[in-house]
């Protein structure tokens, strides 16, 4: 590419203003252009329902950085209020509308990056276009949602179970608000298998949500009361709606101009950000990704790779090396007392892609359980059968996930197993972990698996087991808050003695509460001449695979 002395940059947040910042401190004279259509050219859009809920109290919290600050920092030329309406890509010029001045103009540029990001999904169903019916991707809706709560606006639906449906939904309840969440899928949070998210439903639900799972919007109707009614035939009367139902990429100009695009309409590069014209690149949510665990292209619209996007396109412009890696999908969401997280690939996307896996889950505490204040941390670890390379983790628990998570998540990045999990030095003080942490122990789990001395039947497949004695290990006192249908007791603790009370001759499927007990069953058991194997996760993690279905 030939030296470039003038930059422009479309968009700014995230993607933009990383890339802006980074031109910058590579290259001192060149001229950098940044044009953002909104008045804000730098805010943390990820921070607005907590600015709703009131726990960011000052607005002023959310504007990173203004056009005079970028200046002068850095000496940007920031426009706001600028919107780039086409592209000339044999002229290289932009043709641009100055929204206070009421003018357009051509501006002209040896490279140029686009960072649209992406708008918030809005189906064409009846009603959607109604004023009481917002989203929140931006300054100017929060602002706008702010004002629409006025004291006689008592209950809100929220349409989508995402990220963004489920930090609004938190927020709503804590300014004391009724709230109701719709969710056309049979879970929340899509990036969690099932039985992962039951543990959400139900702390939604505790804390005063309305929870419609498997049901969606067919219309908004208007009156004294919006009127949201849904596929079912039910209406849930309402005074706002708030739709969070995802986003598509804003590629309009892209497509304008004739860069290629994909799945989507997402914008493709390569993994220099560079569109299909060399002087051209994209970042952030309105690119098409390569997913880092299976080579897929995707859509991850997500600030942490829009930000290493809009660095890296910088560098590209300016003749440095860099590749972006691909995404893998990183996130974590709180939902109340509890916080989930993933990365990675999970088991539906396995499914789908054909991919062939191995699931372990584990149910351990986020730090050293004789040390006060232990809480659980339910974790679903999915890895390649024959190298063990992990594939997608996911979390959920009241603290220490996202800590569990972020390990998961450099291991998916480089490449590593079972093995390397297992054998993973990390910090250990009882307020803290544990010196065997629970990412150790999924890691010895995995080893142990790979090695044979771990048998699992899988909670879907209890219902199908056909003739075996299904035995729960746990203590008298401990089943009496329920077993596994078709199961009889008993206890680890006489297993020993209980040769003569089990059939030789029949399959053996022993189960405790998380896992652990019936490991050391299988383990007495079959080393014993019997047949058996034990329960994936135990009765907890049967109790959340029968709860997702119902």
């Given at each position: 590419?030939?030296?470039?002395?003038?930059?422009?940059?479309?968009?700014?947040?995230?993607?933009?203003?990383?890339?802006?910042?980074?031109?910058?401190?590579?290259?001192?004279?060149?001229?950098?252009?940044?044009?953002?259509?909104?008045?804000?050219?730098?805010?943390?859009?990820?921070?607005?329902?907590?600015?709703?809920?009131?726990?960011?109290?000052?607005?002023?919290?959310?504007?990173?950085?203004?056009?005079?600050?970028?200046?002068?920092?850095?000496?940007?030329?920031?426009?706001?209020d600028?919107?780039?309406?086409?592209?000339?890509?044999?002229?290289?010029?932009?043709?641009?509308?100055?929204?206070?001045?009421?003018?357009?103009?051509?501006?002209?540029?040896?490279?140029?990056?686009?960072?649209?990001?992406?708008?918030?999904?809005?189906?064409?169903?009846?009603?959607?276009?109604?004023?009481r019916?917002?989203?929140?991707?931006?300054?100017?809706?929060?602002?706008?949602?702010?004002?629409?709560?006025?004291?006689?606006?008592?209950?809100?639906?929220?349409?989508?179970?995402?990220?963004?449906?489920?930090?609004?939904?938190?927020?709503?309840?804590?300014?004391?608000?009724?709230?109701?969440?719709?969710?056309?899928?049979?879970?929340?949070?899509?990036?969690?298998?099932?039985?992962?998210?039951?543990?959400?439903?139900?702390?939604?639900?505790?804390?005063?949500?309305?929870?419609?799972?498997?049901?969606?919007?067919?219309?908004?109707?208007?009156?004294?009361?919006?009127?949201?009614?849904?596929?079912?035939?039910?209406?849930?009367?309402?005074?706002?709606?708030?739709?969070?139902?995802?986003?598509?990429?804003?590629?309009?100009?892209?497509?304008?101009?004739?860069?290629?695009?994909?799945?989507?309409?997402?914008?493709?590069?390569?993994?220099?950000?560079?569109?299909?014209?060399?002087?051209?690149?994209?970042?952030?949510?309105?690119?098409?990704?390569?997913?880092?665990?299976?080579?897929?292209?995707?859509?991850?619209?997500?600030?942490?790779?829009?930000?290493?996007?809009?660095?890296?396109?910088?560098?590209?412009?300016?003749?440095?090396?860099?590749?972006?890696?691909?995404?893998?999908?990183?996130?974590?969401?709180?939902?109340?007392?509890?916080?989930?997280?993933?990365?990675?690939?999970?088991?539906?996307?396995?499914?789908?892609?054909?991919?062939?896996?191995?699931?372990?889950?584990?149910?351990?505490?986020?730090?050293?359980?004789?040390?006060?204040?232990?809480?659980?941390?339910?974790l679903?670890?999915?890895?390649?059968?024959e190298?063990g390379?992990?594939?997608?983790?996911?979390?959920?628990?009241?603290?220490?996930?996202?800590?569990?998570?972020?390990?998961?998540?450099?291991?998916?990045?480089?490449?590593?197993?079972?093995?390397?999990?297992?054998?993973?030095?990390?910090?250990?003080?009882?307020?803290?972990?544990?010196?065997?942490?629970?990412?150790?122990?999924?890691?010895?789990?995995?080893?142990?698996?790979?090695?044979?001395?771990?048998?699992?039947?899988?909670?879907?497949?209890v219902?199908?087991?056909?003739?075996?004695?299904?035995?729960?290990?746990?203590?008298?006192?401990?089943v009496?808050?329920?077993?596994?249908?078709?199961?009889?007791?008993?206890?680890?603790s006489?297993?020993?003695?209980g040769?003569?009370?089990?059939?030789r001759?029949?399959?053996?499927?022993?189960y405790?509460?998380?896992?652990?007990?019936?490991?050391?069953?299988?383990?007495?058991?079959?080393?014993?001449?019997?047949?058996?194997?034990?329960?994936?996760?135990?009765?907890?993690?049967?109790?959340?695979?029968?709860?997702?279905?119902?």
């Amino acid at each position: 590419m030939a030296e470039v002395n003038k930059l422009i940059i479309v968009g700014g947040v995230a993607g933009g203003a990383s890339a802006a910042a980074r031109a910058r401190r590579l290259n001192d004279s060149a001229e950098i252009i940044v044009f953002e259509r909104g008045a804000y050219v730098s805010f943390a859009n990820c921070g607005l329902p907590y600015h709703l809920g009131g726990e960011i109290e000052q607005r002023a919290s959310l504007l990173l950085h203004t056009p005079e600050s970028l200046s002068a920092r850095f000496g940007l030329d920031v426009r706001v209020d600028c919107e780039v309406l086409s592209i000339d890509r044999a002229a290289r010029t932009v043709r641009v509308l100055d929204r206070r001045r009421g003018l357009r103009y051509d501006e002209s540029y040896d490279a140029l990056i686009l960072s649209p990001g992406a708008e918030p999904l809005r189906p064409p169903l009846p009603g959607l276009d109604l004023e009481r019916v917002m989203t929140l991707r931006s300054l100017q809706d929060l602002d706008r949602l702010l004002m629409a709560l006025t004291p006689d606006v008592r209950h809100v639906t929220v349409v989508g179970g995402g990220f963004i449906g489920l930090e609004t939904v938190e927020a709503l309840r804590r300014r004391g608000l009724a709230a109701c969440l719709v969710e056309r899928n049979d879970q929340v949070l899509m990036p969690l298998d099932a039985e992962m998210a039951v543990p959400l439903a139900l702390q939604l639900r505790q804390n005063g949500v309305e929870l419609v799972l498997g049901d969606s919007v067919s219309r908004v109707e208007e009156g004294p009361r919006l009127g949201v009614r849904l596929e079912s035939g039910r209406c849930v009367e309402t005074d706002l709606v708030i739709l969070a139902i995802g986003v598509k990429p804003e590629s309009r100009l892209a497509q304008a101009a004739g860069l290629e695009t994909g799945i989507g309409g997402g914008i493709r590069v390569d993994e220099q950000q560079r569109t299909s014209d060399p002087a051209i690149f994209a970042v952030g949510d309105a690119v098409e990704v390569r997913h880092a665990v299976d080579g897929r292209p995707v859509l991850l619209p997500l600030a942490g790779p829009a930000n290493r996007q809009g660095r890296l396109a910088a560098d590209a412009v300016f003749g440095r090396s860099s590749r972006y890696r691909g995404s893998q999908g990183s996130a974590v969401c709180r939902v109340f007392a509890l916080t989930a997280a993933s990365t990675g690939l999970n088991e539906k996307n396995l499914l789908a892609a054909g991919v062939p896996y191995r699931k372990l889950y584990l149910h351990g505490n986020d730090h050293a359980a004789y040390f006060p204040g232990a809480t659980p941390v339910s974790l679903k670890l999915l890895f390649e059968p024959e190298s063990g390379r992990v594939l997608g983790a996911q979390a959920v628990g009241e603290k220490g996930v996202d800590k569990r998570i972020d390990v998961l998540a450099v291991a998916l990045q480089a490449g590593m197993t079972v093995d390397d999990l297992a054998e993973m030095e990390l910090c250990y003080a009882p307020p803290f972990g544990s010196a065997k942490d629970p990412v150790n122990l999924l890691g010895m789990a995995g080893q142990n698996l790979q090695q044979g001395l771990l048998r699992l039947v899988q909670p879907e497949q209890v219902a199908t087991l056909g003739d075996v004695q299904l035995i729960d290990v746990r203590e008298p006192e401990e089943v009496a808050g329920g077993m596994i249908p078709g199961a009889r007791n008993l206890p680890l603790s006489s297993l020993r003695d209980g040769d003569a009370l089990l059939d030789r001759e029949r399959p053996v499927v022993v189960y405790c509460m998380v896992g652990l007990r019936g490991y050391i069953a299988q383990r007495q058991l079959q080393q014993r001449g019997f047949d058996a194997r034990s329960l994936n996760g135990g009765y907890k993690t049967w109790q959340m695979w029968m709860q997702s279905r119902h």
